[in-house]
């Protein structure tokens, strides 16, 4: 089950902004923010970028959220002192101005999942288990030719957790998360409250996780852009790594301004 305060507005997250109007940006975390690590805990966040987001969410009249699948928790670690609105876990999280707004419950099965991807974990040197409370993800970064099992485990556990959890796929990563939680949907969310209504939506990312947010931003007259050029995406716009969009980030923040054209590159 998810408890979810609906956005207090009457715009609707369809509506197409005008052309000249400003964006409200959505930003991935790894992959995107940071470069992707062997493991989760290795990621290094550039240490002017949380002040360059701050910079940025005063420009965009505070329209800037994180949408990521880790914990609200880890990514105001590592933000910190800085806070920001953000879509945790794959969207199973939202917090804006500082409450949380949504947040799933966790699923009866999760801590048999748990112990199950543990005993695989310690069998096989390489694996990491994430347990997030709400969602677990089991990562092979470190161990590439443990893909095909690690899949097929984590698979064999989404059937016996039922539909109130799904399996989501990304790179080297596969993560068990609320059904009903995802990044489209959280954007879409998002994008029906006051401060982020009527603008243009950018949502920048990497992975598989990302792709239905990419949709989801489509479908809203929005800009999608995805970090890299390794496979098909339905995202509208490229950059090619973590260091090109903190580029962008960072300039922007020292004096220009974020626009919707700012993230098409030649």
Not at 9 to 36: C, K, Q
Not at 41 to 65: I, S
Not at 193 to 222: H, K, L, S
């Amino acid at each position: 089950m998810t408890i979810l305060i609906e956005p207090d507005t009457a715009s609707r997250p369809d509506e197409i902004a005008s052309p000249g109007s400003e964006i409200a940006l959505f930003l991935d975390f790894d992959g995107t923010l940071v470069e992707i690590a062997p493991s989760p805990e290795d990621v290094h966040l550039d240490r002017r970028v949380a002040p360059a987001l701050m910079a940025l969410r005063a420009q965009l009249g505070g329209a800037l959220a994180l949408v990521s699948g880790r914990p609200i928790g880890f990514l105001d670690g590592v933000l910190a002192p800085h806070r920001f609105d953000i879509a945790g876990l794959h969207g199973a999280q939202i917090r804006v101005d500082g409450e949380i707004r949504s947040q799933a419950d966790t699923h009866e099965g999760m801590h048999g999942a748990l112990r199950d991807l543990v005993r695989f974990a310690n069998s096989h040197v390489g694996i990491i288990v994430e347990d997030k409370r709400i969602s677990i993800a089991l990562h092979w970064r470190l161990a590439p030719s443990l893909e095909a099992e690690a899949l097929a485990l984590m698979r064999s556990i989404a059937v016996k957790l039922g539909p109130g959890m799904r399996l989501q796929e990304g790179k080297a990563v596969a993560e068990l998360v609320p059904a009903g939680a995802s990044k489209g949907s959280a954007i879409a969310w998002l994008m029906a409250t006051p401060v982020y209504a009527g603008r243009i939506p950018v949502f920048i990312g990497d992975d598989i996780t990302d792709e239905d947010g990419f949709e989801a931003v489509n479908a809203m007259g929005g800009v999608s852009v995805r970090i890299g050029a390794d496979r098909e995406s339905h995202a509208t716009c490229r950059l090619a790594s973590p260091t090109a969009l903190r580029h962008i980030l960072l300039e922007a923040a020292e004096g220009g301004h974020l626009t919707a054209s700012s993230f098409k590159q030649d």
